[in-house]
């Protein structure tokens, strides 16, 4: 089992900036590719960015290139996603999630996650 806990999300203006973390607890973290994802009111959840077990490749939703950024601290334990000028459109719970192995599968989708954490809400004002 791994356990994720995200933080970070809050109320920010367009064109802001929010850091989230997912701190992991359980099994090896460094073991596990690692995925953000989001969800909208009464939209379905959507990948965002995956990093592999070393964070040393990334990958992104085509449409958040440039503007979002994931990282990962295996010594911390913990998976970011630095996210700059935020725009209404990303108002949205955002999750972290685990993988089934070191690689991040693409497509990403929901199915590549083993574990979930319980959502950080964020919300862009215009």
């Known amino acids: 089992q791994v356990q994720l806990v995200e933080s970070g999300g809050g109320l920010v203006q367009v064109g802001g900036s929010l850091r989230l973390s997912c701190a992991a607890s359980?099994?090896?973290?460094?073991?596990?590719?690692m995925y953000w994802f989001r969800q909208a009111p009464g939209k379905e959840r959507e990948y965002v960015a995956a990093?592999?077990?070393?964070?040393?490749?990334?990958y992104y939703a085509d449409s958040l290139k440039g503007r979002f950024t994931v990282s990962r601290d295996n010594a911390k334990n913990t998976l970011y996603l630095q996210m700059d000028t935020l725009k209404p459109e990303d108002t949205a719970v955002y999750y972290c999630a685990a993988g089934r192995a070191h690689a991040a599968v693409l497509p990403a989708n929901v199915g590549r996650a083993a574990y979930w954490g319980q959502g950080t809400q964020v919300t862009v004002s215009s």
């Open positions: 359980g099994r090896t973290f460094s073991n596990y590719a």
């Open positions: 990093t592999n077990s070393f964070g040393s490749t990334k």
